[in-house]
Every structure is written in C-alpha cells, then in structure tokens.
C-alpha cells in the first residue's frame, strides 16, 4: 500500500518566485495536514483539512502562503512569492479519525529559496 | 515557556545500555501524548502512544506523570538502529488535531 507521496522531493528557486508543493494521501485517510520543519522552530502545523474542508489555517505565516485540496487524493502547498526564510523542509501528512494521533508521513520537500 | 520542551542532547550511548529522555509540556489539560521518531533526513514516525498507567513495547517503555507534567521514554539495551531524534508530541485537547511537537532529543548509539 502507497504512502503519503510528496512532490518534489527537493525545491530550488529564487526569491520571488512561486513555490507548489504537491501532496497524495493515504487513499481512505480524511485528515490531511501541512507542517514545515526547521531546526529553530521544529515541526509546525501550518494548515490542516478534514474530508477536503480546510480546518485550521491559523499556522500559514502569511498571505504568501496558500493551500487547497480539490480532491480527497491531493493537495497543494502554494508560496508566492517566495522569500529566503522560507527555506525549510515541508512535510504532508494524512490520518484516520479514530486512530487517535498516528499520522502518516510523506518523505518531504526540501525547500531552498535563494 | 514552549508549549513542549526537550533536552535536544545529543545522547551519546554505547550499545547496550539503558537511556532515558524526558518531555515537558506546559498545559495541563493536555489529553494525550506520543512519542515519534526520526531519522535522519526522514520523515517522523509514530514510535508509540502514552497511557497514563505507562506502557511498554519491546525495549521501550513510556510514562507519563500528569501531577509534575511530563512524560518519559526508557529505551533499553540500545542498539545503533536506535539512532535518532525522539520527538515529544502532545495533543491538548481530545477533539483537536494540532498536535504540540518538540524540538526532538538526538541518541547516537555506538558501537
């Protein structure tokens, strides 16, 4: 069974240019989250979706910043434009109510924002 | 204060022995507690769940002591597989997805 799969697995662009960050879940998985990670600030929640309905929002830095899920088995992640401190690693992840807190990992994207 | 604090170590261990990381968090009402793990450039995975009567799979146990707010991981008769970033995760409320994750504490095991 297919994991999370996220899309590039790396990124390098300028600054100013637009960033999106792809992401399939867990076929059947109704919970569907975006979380940055670096190494001051760790992991952070930016957004997160039940059945394709953004929840919570209140993580996204900024209106640079931009998600949707147009469907149950994708999402995206939009930076534009982008700047150098968004360099970070982007992971999605996807659960199942009632599985408590088990979320399944994508390997991530490794953002460099020149 | 953060919400969820970790000694990020590293902890540095020879095979074999016997290591312990601890986990603060700051909100009392907190409902539930995890332990992943990461591995280097990858991306975390659930290592276990925190019950309030302490659990244990294989070589590790988890505790949890609501009174002083903090939950343990014991890891016994460590093996160099066990490198890695343990990261501390906490649920604070029990219909509520974000989670409250820790920096991560680093075990290197040597042989």
């Known amino acids: 069974d297919a994991g999370v799969i996220q899309s590039p697995r790396h990124e390098v662009t300028e600054m100013g240019q637009e960033v999106t960050l792809r992401c399939k879940p867990i076929s059947g998985h109704d919970y569907l989250f975006w979380y940055r990670q670096t190494m001051m600030r760790g992991l952070e929640l930016l957004i997160y979706?039940?059945?394709?309905?953004?929840i919570d929002d209140s993580g996204m830095p900024e209106d640079r910043f931009s998600a949707k899920m147009p469907n149950a088995s994708f999402s995206t992640l939009k930076i534009q434009p982008s700047e150098p401190r968004d360099s970070a690693v982007y992971f999605c992840a996807s659960s199942l109510w009632g599985r408590g807190e088990k979320l399944f990992f994508g390997s991530g994207t490794q953002l460099s924002v020149l | 204060r953060k919400e969820v604090e970790q000694d990020p170590g590293p902890f540095n261990v020879p095979e074999g022995a016997t290591v312990a990381f601890n986990c603060t968090y700051s909100n009392s009402a907190s409902q539930s507690f995890f332990w992943y793990r990461q591995d280097c450039r990858k991306e975390p995975k659930l290592l276990m769940s925190v019950y309030s009567s302490g659990n244990e799979d294989g070589r590790f146990t988890a505790q949890l002591n609501r009174a002083s707010q903090y939950i343990s991981l014991l890891i016994r008769d460590s093996k160099l597989s066990d490198s890695a970033t343990y990261l501390c995760v906490v649920n604070p409320g029990s219909n509520n997805r974000k989670l409250i994750w820790g920096l991560g504490t680093s075990l290197a095991v040597n042989p």
């Open positions: 979706f039940n059945n394709n309905v953004p």
